[in-house]
């Protein structure tokens, strides 16, 4: 071909092929960071979602089961009725005022087996010194929820024998469970005391703290031991749903704080009810969130509601369920 034939790109087209070139690629790139964006947050959402979910669950299979004590045939334990010769409370044990420890030893007839505080800075219950301060601890004490009569006791578990009058509550030894009366049966005693801790990490060269939600649970050789359950719970609140007149109806709810020793030991009022709020937090800061003076209301109204504000990046979310005390106001089970 001759030279003078020959055609190529203008300066002109070749301009006008790169802005559009350019265009093309700008949205690529947008469309790529609006959907990475949007599917951390979905991640993100789902892993708060899961968080409050079993955070909820957790805690409300204790709650739903406080009180239970087998087969045994009274209202509540008490030194009259129960053997507790075989056990002495541990010295670590979770305490407050009369009549908190993990056994009925030298008790009123009435028996603690709900009792919640709100947390203070410092020491709590005699036993946590580390609790999130204005957030609940809740003490619950009750027998799980399996007959394990013919079964081989685990020697790092306490065990209640009860029939309808009488009650034993011993150590483990790797025996077969048989209770001493035909009609009686054997259980596992469980004392736990659930609270929100901060614990952190080094990661590189950030230290990254994160809230767990955490549990002391009663053991023969180690007293009550610390467990770390679920990351990401950064407070707990608990309201009380009452029935003052024994018409086995909720009259009033009332927070720790607000509930009378009396209360607590549910002579004339029983609970029936427990609303149990958790705020639950992503464990790292998210650099997309640009919310400032973030308040989340955990339960109460009139004044007494839990107000908690932040000016941080965090994405929380509230859940709220509200657990029938199955074991309140009967007599046997």
Not at 95 to 123: E, I
Request: glycine share 10%; hydrophobic share 40%; proline share 2%.
């Amino acid at each position: 071909m001759p030279l003078n034939k020959a055609h190529g790109y203008t300066l002109v087209e070749l301009i006008v092929a790169m802005v559009v070139g350019l265009f093309l690629l700008g949205g690529v790139m947008f469309t790529y960071v609006s959907m990475k964006t949007t599917t951390s947050d979905t991640v993100e959402m789902g892993e708060l979602q899961e968080t409050g979910r079993m955070a909820l669950d957790i805690i409300s299979r204790d709650l739903e089961m406080a009180g239970f004590w087998g087969t045994y045939g009274m209202s509540s334990l008490s030194t009259g009725s129960v053997d507790v010769t075989g056990v002495v409370n541990p010295g670590n044990d979770c305490t407050a005022g009369l009549n908190n420890a993990s056994f009925p030893v030298n008790s009123p007839s009435s028996f603690k087996y709900l009792y919640s505080v709100t947390a203070v800075a410092g020491a709590n219950l005699g036993c946590i010194d580390d609790a999130v301060a204005d957030s609940d601890i809740i003490q619950i004490k009750r027998v799980a929820g399996d007959d394990v009569t013919g079964q081989a006791t685990n020697n790092n578990d306490y065990y209640i024998e009860t029939d309808i009058s009488s009650a034993r509550i011993f150590i483990g030894d790797g025996a077969i469970a048989t209770p001493a009366n035909m009609n009686g049966s054997v259980w596992r005693y469980t004392h736990h005391v659930y609270y929100i801790n901060e614990q952190s990490y080094q990661s590189g060269d950030e230290t990254v703290t994160v809230p767990v939600l955490m549990r002391k649970r009663l053991t023969p050789t180690g007293g009550m031991v610390t467990e770390s359950v679920l990351e990401g719970v950064e407070n707990i609140r608990l309201l009380y749903g009452l029935d003052n007149n024994g018409d086995r109806n909720v009259d009033t709810y009332l927070s720790a704080a607000q509930m009378s020793a009396s209360e607590w030991e549910q002579v004339s009022s029983k609970v029936l009810t427990v609303q149990l709020f958790a705020l639950v937090r992503a464990t790292e800061s998210d650099r997309n969130m640009s919310k400032t003076n973030q308040t989340y209301i955990l339960g109460g109204e009139g004044g007494t509601e839990r107000r908690l504000s932040f000016d941080d990046n965090f994405r929380r979310l509230v859940y709220v369920s509200t657990v029938q005390v199955r074991n309140a106001e009967v007599e046997t089970w």
